[in-house]
């Protein structure tokens, strides 16, 4: 479960958000579940997506290539 543990919260935090939203107004309609299941689901993509590899360094120029010739 710990794998899972910052999905999970992720995933409830954005659902209930979007509940406590929805209940302003005292009931929940179908399109407010909608936007609740969006938040969940958007939670989801998020793990689901892996992170990008780190960019590669930069080229050195031509002054760092130089050796300290004393």
């Given at each position: 479960?710990?794998?899972?543990?910052?999905f999970a919260v992720?995933?409830?935090a954005a659902g209930l958000v979007a509940l406590q939203t929805a209940l302003t107004d005292g009931?929940?309609?179908s399109a407010e579940w909608?936007?609740?299941a969006i938040a969940v689901v958007g939670a989801?993509?998020?793990w689901i997506v892996p992170n990008a590899d780190p960019p590669l360094p930069e080229m050195p120029g031509k002054h760092e290539l130089?050796?300290?010739v004393r």
């Open positions: 479960m710990n794998q899972y543990a910052k992720a995933a409830i009931t929940v309609t909608v936007t609740i989801l993509g998020v130089k050796e300290d």
